[in-house]
């Protein structure tokens, strides 16, 4: 049976997610995403499904992660993030005073937060705060989470959908250490790499003229500082394209010229999601 790692408890949005992937999968939960970093770079027969950016609240915070471990991106994932707020069974949204949550989620519902004059209550993650809330027994205690949390750990769903903006997505990352890659064929495709640059003037504006020339078009080009440093930075990107598309090779050979370190994370079939108009 493969293994799918996740950071949080059982219930999380992650847990979610890797139930799309995989419901098959041993599922397992990990305290931090360092630890699931560690567990795939081990474990050549697992994989991890980490969060990398959020629609409203913006990246997650991994990169240094992917840059560390450089592990293998399989494939992306959105998964629809739909805010309840969970409570002992029989508990009236008047009877709420605290309210418990990760903080990108108390963010998310911050209108209803204060609508309802909840004193809000960060926690590492969403499932543990319903874990918290269904431990102390108190109508007084809600928590922010996912409808799978009040299965979990046998709460109400008080209100569902809570959230300040609908059609909230978060874009997962499925990633291993073995190196895989699909075919190339007819389909929609994304190239994810990371690079540093030589240091000489005008580098970044240099290295992207093969990207304009060869009609490639990215998706993704964020800076990012190395460990310890406040003048040395990589970037990781998204292209759209298979990286044996010869525009997309081209223009990658072009950027090799003005680097210093570049490496490839991954190709894989860009998600449905990407296709829906907003």
Do not use: W
Not at 27 to 52: G, L, Y
Not at 112 to 117: D, G, H, Q, V
């Amino acid at each position: 049976m493969s293994k799918i790692y996740f950071q949080g408890t059982f219930g999380a949005y992650s847990h979610l997610a890797a139930l799309s992937i995989d419901e098959n999968a041993e599922i397992i939960p990990c305290k931090t995403f360092d630890e699931c970093f560690v567990k795939a770079s081990k474990d050549a027969n697992s994989k991890i499904i980490i969060p990398e950016s959020n629609r409203i609240t913006g990246n997650i915070g991994i990169e240094y992660l992917i840059f560390e471990y450089r592990l293998n991106i399989y494939a992306e994932y959105f998964q629809n993030i739909e805010h309840n707020l969970l409570g002992l069974p029989g508990t009236k949204v008047s009877e709420i005073k605290d309210v418990y949550s990760h903080a990108q989620a108390l963010s998310q519902c911050s209108r209803f937060i204060k609508l309802n004059n909840f004193v809000e209550h960060v926690r590492a993650d969403t499932a543990g705060s319903a874990e918290m809330v269904s431990k102390v027994k108190s109508k007084e205690k809600a928590a922010i989470a996912s409808s799978l949390s009040a299965e979990t750990y046998d709460l109400e769903i008080i209100k569902k959908n809570i959230e300040n903006e609908k059609g909230n997505l978060t874009r997962f990352l499925v990633m291993g250490k073995n190196i895989s890659q699909p075919e190339f064929g007819d389909k929609k495709y994304i190239t994810s790499f990371l690079f540093k640059l030589k240091s000489k003037p005008a580098a970044l504006y240099q290295s992207l003229g093969g990207f304009a020339i060869n009609g490639v078009n990215l998706t993704k080009l964020q800076s990012y500082p190395e460990k310890n440093s406040f003048d040395s930075f990589f970037f990781l990107c998204d292209l759209d394209g298979h990286i044996e598309d010869p525009k997309v090779q081209k223009s990658l050979e072009d950027l090799g010229l003005h680097c210093q370190d570049f490496h490839v994370l991954g190709v894989f079939e860009a998600d449905k999601q990407r296709e829906i108009k907003k």
